[in-house]
């Protein structure tokens, strides 16, 4: 079990991001957990249902994808115990 088992599309904000790749050609789309979530169908699948489902938007591709959130917050490196 990982995190896509033990979230479902609703569980996620309607402002969050999900980022999906390509596993083929590497390519990037983004999605609005909003977008998806219009579809009263979709709400209850878990993460790696909808990340199973999804195929590179790229012309001619058609390949498989990996889900990623998309976080917009700021990373700074940990300064804890640092004097």
């Known amino acids: 079990m990982n995190w896509k088992t033990d979230l ?6 309607p402002d969050q991001i999900m980022e999906f790749t390509c596993l083929a050609c590497g390519h990037v789309h983004h999605f609005n957990a909003a977008l998806k979530q219009m ?4 709400l209850f699948a878990w993460l ?3 990340e199973r489902d999804e195929m590179c938007k790229k012309p001619g591709c ?14 700074s490196g940990f300064v804890g ?3």
């Open 39 to 42: 579809h009263p169908e979709l």
């Open 8 to 13: 479902q599309l609703r569980d996620l904000d």
């Open 48 to 50: 790696d249902e909808i």
């Open 62 to 75: 058609f390949g498989q994808t990996r889900l990623a959130i998309y976080h917009k917050s700021e990373t």
């Open 81 to 83: 115990g640092l004097a």
